[in-house]
């Protein structure tokens, strides 16, 4: 099955299907070669043998990029990004054909791309321009929907869809029972923006507000009372232009009706068990501990969840197969080689940084956003086989010592290399970026205010990444000299680590090792 599946997905053909990657090791020096390439060409011929020996040790590139690095010369308009998220879609009939457009162009270069749909006004609401009625956001998926089929039927693989849906807008039932009806939104993943208000109602059997932004011109026209609080309520949106925000950066919402929250999470629950989805995004938590929290503001992930993004965001991935670091496995005396794991880390870290620059994205927006941030994510594979292999139980009190070691040594040594790579190369351009304190910042940092700063101080990107993102915060815990450093010089990259399912790459490139952190839940199965 490994060699089939890379027969079939990464060993690079000519058009008539003749091979050019002869066996797997062509493959690896192919990629290897390609991301070398970007180096000063004093230094390209060792990165490249540093590279050729780390993917030959477990590290493993994402599949776009396994299957696209070096492959210019015979499909010129593919990517090596796996994850992209959509610019916010507008409530206008021209951004939203405008988005699905630019969704096609991404998924023919091979990307997955989620969105945000509940920017779009619900079903039923009053459109000026056209004198009548929306059809809802669930409408305009089904365009998105049959898109994504065509491209992906043309160009052989399979096209990858999120879409995100908050918690807070009228028709979030209609979203969750969606896929009740038969082949609609094949396309897509679906997962629920769930915010701590949400989880708080649902605790306490609270009523929930249903609600979605009036426009400016609306309430002029019509002199709405903003003020009725049984009419009207403030909550975060997105999309501030054309609304009404509040000091606090609320935006004014009608409230289109009111349930219990635990109607709600009941409808979703019944869901998740007949269906699998709508997933869970705790969306709160994501911008919370999200490393840019200063300058974004996430509302979609990528198609498998893992990778949380902006508009226009886009994080290209690899991970490191744990089992190739197991020595004297299924003994007693069986260990794990840390030396060696942290140093394939590092040059894994160089490597993937080097996709930015081979990024073949298709849309400016997208390639401005990764030119400026330069996020990457790496994780790791076949822990439950790692863990077999060590003669642990997954999940007993050993593995998940394991386990956060693992993880904590890739995160550490991750960061150091952020910050050599950057002194070698120079850091990402948001790191340089100069940013104006606002009150939204403060309110989101009170500590600032601690540190002397104040309403309209300039601080810069690196500062702002560094000493107040509360992931790295956590990084300071263990090499608080580290995090000093890259407060000072910034970092190469703003985000370093994500842990993907690695379905394809773990049955594959790694052989049948137990995908992503999962254990191994069946030794013998069939897939589609």
């Not at 090791?25 to 490249?48: C, F, H, I």
């Not at 394991?402 to 995160?411: G, I, L, P, Q």
């Not at 790191?431 to 940092?445: A, H, P, Q, Y």
């Not at 990107?461 to 956590?474: D, N, P, T, W």
Request: proline fraction near 4%; aromatic fraction near 10%.
């Amino acid at each position: 099955a490994s060699q089939d599946i890379w027969h079939t997905k990464y060993q690079l053909k000519t058009k008539t299907g003749a091979a050019v990657d002869l066996d797997i090791d062509g493959t690896y020096e192919r990629v290897a070669r390609a991301l070398s390439q970007v180096e000063d060409e004093a230094k390209r011929d060792s990165v490249y043998q540093e590279f050729k020996w780390a993917l030959k040790q477990g590290v493993i590139p994402a599949g776009r990029i396994m299957s696209n690095a070096g492959a210019g010369d015979h499909k010129p308009a593919t990517s090596t990004i796996n994850c992209t998220v959509s610019g916010t879609v507008f409530d206008s009939m021209d951004d939203i054909l405008l988005k699905n457009h630019e969704a096609g162009l991404t998924l023919k270069a091979g990307c997955g791309i989620g969105y945000e749909f509940s920017t779009l006004r619900p079903k039923g609401a009053y459109v000026a321009g056209a004198g009548a009625t929306t059809s809802g956001p669930l409408s305009f998926m089904d365009i998105f929907d049959k898109m994504c089929f065509t491209v992906s039927s043309a160009g052989g693989r399979r096209g990858a869809q999120m879409a995100t849906f908050d918690v807070h807008h009228p028709d979030v039932l209609d979203f969750v029972r969606a896929k009740r009806e038969d082949a609609r939104l094949r396309q897509f993943n679906l997962s629920l923006l769930i915010t701590e208000d949400f989880i708080n109602a649902v605790r306490n059997d609270a009523d929930w507000q249903l609600s979605f932004p009036v426009t400016a011109e609306e309430t002029a026209e019509d002199n709405l009372d903003l003020s009725d609080t049984t009419q009207f309520t403030y909550r975060h949106f997105p999309v501030k232009r054309g609304y009404i925000s509040n000091k606090e950066g609320l935006v004014a919402c009608r409230i289109y009706n009111t349930v219990k929250a635990k109607f709600i999470w009941d409808s979703i629950m019944t869901s998740t068990y007949d269906f699998a989805e709508p997933g869970f995004i705790l969306i709160d938590k994501v911008n919370e501990m999200n490393n840019n929290w200063f300058c974004e503001n996430i509302r979609a992930t990528n198609p498998c969840g893992e990778q949380p993004l902006p508009p226009y965001g886009s994080c290209l991935l690899g991970s490191v197969n744990l089992t190739k670091f197991v020595e004297r496995p299924f003994t007693d005396k069986a260990s794990f080689n840390f030396e060696k794991y942290k140093k394939a880390v590092a040059i894994f870290t160089r490597m993937l940084d080097n996709v930015v620059e081979i990024n073949g994205l298709p849309l400016i927006g997208q390639r401005n956003e990764i030119n400026f941030k330069r996020r990457h994510g790496m994780g790791i594979l076949g822990l439950g086989s790692t863990l077999t292999m060590m003669k642990m139980a997954y999940g007993s009190e050993k593995s998940i010592e394991f386990t956060e070691r693992v993880n904590r040594e890739m995160a550490i040594e991750g960061w150091k290399q952020g910050l050599a790579l950057s002194e070698e190369k120079g850091p990402a351009p948001i790191m340089e970026e100069t940013f104006t304190i606002d009150e939204e910042m403060l309110i989101k940092r009170p500590e600032m205010e601690a540190d002397g700063y104040k309403l309209g101080d300039e601080i810069k990107g690196r500062v702002l990444h560094a000493r107040y993102s509360r992931y790295m915060q956590k990084v300071a815990e263990f090499e608080p000299e580290l995090i000093n450093e890259l407060a000072e010089k910034g970092a190469r990259f703003t985000h370093h680590t994500s842990i993907a399912p690695t379905g394809t790459i773990s049955l594959s490139l790694a052989n049948n090792a137990s995908n992503g952190i999962e254990p191994s839940f069946a030794h013998h199965y069939a897939r589609n």
